[in-house]
């Protein structure tokens, strides 16, 4: 169900009863639902967290805020501390996540904004989260769509914000899209909360503040461009539902992280049905945060409905048109390199994979595992042709038949003084008194899944 456009007054604030009626169609939830909300003290996030507060405890409920500290600013950690002491003070547990490592030189806001999301869906996987609010209002939304109309996106760019993601973790539930800034600025002033002024709010290097001030002079636009956005996005629902229904039925999505589709069926598919379907796959492949758009992917489809095979690449994807399927894998273009492990904290490689350490390690076993991090001797790279080459003198018997060898080379692999002991998609049978491969679990994840349906 989609929110409807609100067209209250720009000063009223939002009561009670109304947020319930806008939390109505993001459900249902648990009996005492547990809900996180993302909250970086702005105006948008903190009256979101005092509305969240009274709909929870109506409904014999918590709330967890989760606050992160993405350390781009000085003043960020404070920020972060004055939030947590606000969270607690109106009743609610907060968690204060810290964006650690080294920081990007560019593509900060990008690098960040995926760190930061990373960082929530991590807290609410290990917190037993299943719903996630975040504070888009109807402003973000209707930057969003210029945004993006600017970059000539399709239907699905110009749907802009969802009121319902799924991700891995959790949902993401955007209860405020259909809601003015104005109205969050005057529920806070209403029970007497305050919030925090962003500085980078206000950077006209940003693309998307220079389109925030354009707004600013023409503050009712926004209603209108939301509601094409509802527009959109109906026609969204729809594409992604019969692309859903496709890709039930032929298409294959393999642990390992590759793809086959059956071509001929691709061929008679609606054109943007099979579109779509190429599109996600490329994305969900390559472990790219967004699809490429219908224009990129043009080229993909002519070329699957030609007579004959070819291989192209697009979105850090190889795609390979066989005579009776197409098979989709990572490029091994920029893979990532030889790497050393520091921390034994899961680690998200190449934005495919989770390489993650047993819980259930012995304190033996942690000391061991931080000796050899310490010497440098715990390394993880793409397996590449001398990896393969290692790993079938070690591992004779391994079976690889239905794994197309371009892509078995840019699986991860942990190598221990140079050994390989665990690889993405393989067993491999290296035990010996060094080795603890079976404490090491890589598991295919990409950024978003295969296929969802909007809401």
């Not at 560019?106 to 037993?128: E, F, K, V």
């Not at 945060?289 to 007579?307: F, N, Q, R």
């Amino acid at each position: 169900m989609c929110a409807q456009v609100s067209d209250l007054s720009t000063d009223t604030v939002v009561t009670a009863d109304e947020f319930a009626r806008l939390m109505a169609p993001l459900g249902p939830f648990e009996k005492n639902p547990l809900i996180a909300v993302a909250v970086s003290g702005g105006i948008d996030s903190m009256a979101l967290l005092c509305l969240s507060m009274d709909w929870a405890k109506a409904r014999g409920g918590r709330v967890v805020a989760l606050t992160v500290d993405h350390g781009l600013r000085q003043s960020a950690l404070m920020e972060a501390t004055q939030v947590k002491k606000w969270a607690e003070k109106l009743g609610a547990e907060c968690h204060l996540l810290r964006w650690q490592g080294i920081k990007p030189k560019t593509g900060i806001q990008q690098q960040a904004r995926r760190a930061r999301y990373d960082l929530l869906y991590q807290s609410c996987r290990d917190n037993g989260i299943l719903h996630l609010l975040l504070a888009h209002t109807r402003d973000d939304q209707a930057e969003t769509f210029l945004l993006r109309q600017s970059r000539l996106s399709g239907v699905d760019g110009l749907a802009a914000m969802a009121n319902i993601t799924a991700q891995k973790y959790c949902q993401v539930l955007r209860p405020l899209l259909s809601v003015e800034k104005n109205r969050l600025r005057a529920t806070l002033t209403d029970c007497k909360q305050g919030w925090i002024e962003d500085p980078s709010n206000q950077d006209k290097r940003f693309q998307r503040v220079r389109i925030r001030k354009k707004m600013a002079e023409n503050p009712d636009r926004s209603f209108g461009l939301a509601e094409q956005c509802l527009n959109y996005r109906a026609r969204r629902i729809e594409n992604e539902k019969k692309a859903a229904r496709f890709a039930g039925r032929r298409v294959s999505l393999w642990p390992s992280g590759f793809a086959r589709v059956d071509r001929d069926m691709l061929k008679t598919a609606d054109r943007d049905c099979a579109g779509r379907v190429l599109a996600q796959l490329i994305r969900t492949v390559g472990g790219a945060d967004y699809a490429p758009s219908p224009l990129s992917v043009k080229g993909v489809y002519e070329a699957v409905v030609s007579d004959g095979t070819t291989r192209r690449t697009l979105g850090r994807s190889r795609i390979d048109v066989k005579k009776k399927a197409v098979v989709i894998g990572r490029e091994q273009r920029n893979v990532p390199g030889l790497e050393n492990i520091t921390t034994l904290s899961p680690i998200h490689w190449d934005n495919r994979f989770r390489i993650a350490f047993s819980t259930h390690l012995s304190p033996q076993q942690r000391d061991k595992m931080k000796t050899w991090m310490g010497e440098g001797a715990l390394t993880v790279a793409a397996l590449g042709m001398d990896g393969w080459k290692n790993l079938q003198q070690q591992c004779p018997d391994i079976n690889t038949m239905t794994m197309p060898r371009a892509h078995l080379l840019t699986l991860p692999a942990v190598f221990l003084k140079g050994k390989i002991i665990a690889c993405g998609g393989l067993y491999v049978n290296a035990r010996d008194k060094d080795s603890v491969n079976a404490a090491i679990e890589i598991v295919f994840s990409p950024p978003e899944p295969f296929m969802t349906i909007s809401q």
